[in-house]
């Protein structure tokens, strides 16, 4: 009997692979706009991040996703991905 494979991702923060679905999914579109996917299924390039606040934190911090993304992410995206994440909190 042939079992079912789980994918799995790489979290581009902490590099720890993991179950896709307990995942984290930020796309960057053909516009080149950078933004939180929830459904797991927009178009576009998609890089997976831990559900886990440290790791979110991480993506401003360290410039995480200039280098996946190979370009300049403006800090205010960043920022918008931690408000989705964290819900607005001022």
């Known amino acids: 009997m042939k079992t079912k494979k789980i994918p799995l991702r790489m979290c ?3 590099k720890e692979m993991k179950e896709k679905k307990e995942m984290l999914r930020i ?7 950078i933004f939180l996917d929830f459904s797991g299924k927009a178009p576009g390039r998609g890089a997976y991040i831990c559900n886990n606040p440290d790791c979110v934190k991480k993506l ?6 200039n280098k996946v993304f190979s370009c300049q ?5 960043c ?4 408000e989705e ?4 909190q001022d």
Do not use: M, P, S
């Not at 796309?27 to 706009?33: A, H, P, Q, T």
């Not at 994440?85 to 607005?88: D, E, L, P, R, T």
């Open 12 to 14: 581009i923060a902490c």
């Open 27 to 33: 796309v960057k579109n053909n516009e080149g706009r």
């Open 60 to 65: 401003r911090k360290q410039h995480i996703l």
């Open 73 to 77: 992410v403006d800090d205010d995206i």
């Open 79 to 82: 920022r918008q991905i931690e």
């Open 85 to 88: 994440y964290f819900g607005k």
